[in-house]
């Protein structure tokens, strides 16, 4: 059974800074990308960043210059540097992870709240 294990969110002012982590195990398949998507209250799951297993990245437009993801291959793990943090930046955040076959798992989402 695959597990993801976020860790990493909280409370922080507008223009503060948080580091989010997810670590993967249990997957008998190696891991292609692992991402985060947020969903705030009223609004659907969007993507926010991906890194795929060859370093390469994408980044929602509304993040980008602001976030950084990054992975640890040998710890599957990801993680996701969020700068100048933004009240709209409040949601949950889910970590996602695709393996090589193509199987997608998500784990149970940490809260971020921007607000002074």
């Known amino acids: 059974q695959v597990q993801l294990v976020e860790s990493g969110g909280g409370l922080v002012q507008p223009g503060g800074s948080l580091r989010l982590s997810c670590a993967a195990s249990?997957?008998?398949?190696?891991?292609?990308?692992m991402g985060w998507y947020r969903q705030a209250p009223g609004n659907q799951r969007e993507l926010v960043a991906y890194?795929?297993?060859?370093?390469?990245?994408n980044y929602a437009d509304s993040v980008k210059g602001r976030f950084t993801i990054s992975r640890d291959n040998a710890k599957n793990t990801v993680y996701l540097q969020m700068n100048s943090l933004k009240p709209e930046d409040t949601a949950v955040f889910y970590c996602?992870?695709?393996?090589?076959?193509?199987?997608?798992?998500w784990g149970q989402g940490t809260q971020v709240t921007v607000s002074a």
């Open positions: 249990g997957t008998r398949f190696n891991i292609y990308r």
């Open positions: 890194i795929s297993s060859d370093g390469s990245t």
């Open positions: 996602y992870v695709m393996t090589v076959i193509g199987r997608d798992y």
